[in-house]
T-cell receptor, first 116, second 111 residues
Framework: DAGVIQSPRHEVTEMGQEVTLRCKPI?????LFWYRQTMMRGLELLIY????????DSGMPEDRFSAKMPNASFSTLKIQPSEPRDSAVYFC??????????????FGPGTRLTVL | GQQLNQSPQSMFIQEGEDVSMNCTSS?????WLWYKQDPGEGPVLLIA?????ELTSNGRLTAQFGITRKDSFLNISASIPSDVGIYFCAGQLSGNNDMRFGAGTRLTVKP
């Protein structure tokens, strides 16, 4: 079974441009999480979905960030306009809604974003 | 938000040595998990703990959920070069659905 798939793996863009990160969770998983990892702040939860519905977006840094999950097999995280301080590795993770398994999140390989 | 204090920040050890790292918090957690992250990859779950006092092993790895529910430790016995990486603790706060991650322990194993 394929794990969590993220694309692109690397993205270099210029300040002001729109960036879209993509994620395909593991088939059958009910939860999808977006994280950001930086040296300064470590791993931060941005938003998570349950059955395609956003549950908690309190970690989204500001209005420039938005996330959608149009169906069970696809999610996007969009930054518009991008800024240099958005440079980080963005991870998508998924898990399933069974007893105790909710917390056992499977991470994708990440997208390394560089905003010049 | 609530913080997890993970220590040590980094460790340099000789192959064959045992390793111990821990996480503490002022808050109570329902769940503790330990992840390992290799360079250029996402974190991979090593051990999940769900009950205070629980002691769980996964090969050479052993982790415990503290009795107070505010801490957890991870031990690695007889370290090998492939143990190199960053180890993260993570916890689910009591009464909350989201996870908090520690800052990580960077482990270097010298052959």
């Amino acid at each position: 079974d394929a794990g969590v798939i993220q694309s692109p793996r690397h993205e270099v863009t210029e300040m002001g441009q729109e960036v879209t990160l993509r994620c395909k969770p593991i088939s059958g998983h009910d939860y999808l999480f977006w994280y950001r990892q930086t040296m300064m702040r470590g791993l931060e939860l941005l938003i998570y979905f349950n059955n395609n519905v956003p549950i908690d977006d309190s970690g989204m840094p500001e209005d420039r960030f938005s996330a959608k999950m149009p169906n069970a097999s696809f999610s996007t995280l969009k930054i518009q306009p991008s800024e240099p301080r958005d440079s980080a590795v963005y991870f998508c993770a998924s898990s399933w809604d069974r007893l105790r398994a909710y917390n056992e999140q499977f991470f994708g390989p990440g997208t390394r974003l560089t905003v010049l | 938000g609530q913080q997890l204090n993970q220590s040590p920040q980094s460790m340099f050890i000789q192959e064959g040595e045992d390793v111990s790292m821990n996480c503490t918090s002022s808050s109570i957690f329902n769940t503790w998990l330990w992840y390992k992250q290799d360079p250029g990859e996402g974190p991979v779950l090593l051990i999940a703990l769900y009950k205070a006092g629980e002691l769980t092993s996964n090969g050479r790895l052993t982790a415990q959920f503290g009795i107070t529910r505010k801490d957890s430790f991870l031990n690695i016995s007889a370290s090998i070069p492939s143990d190199v990486g960053i180890y993260f603790c993570a916890g689910q706060l009591s009464g909350n659905n989201d996870m908090r991650f520690g800052a990580g322990t960077r482990l270097t194993v010298k052959p």
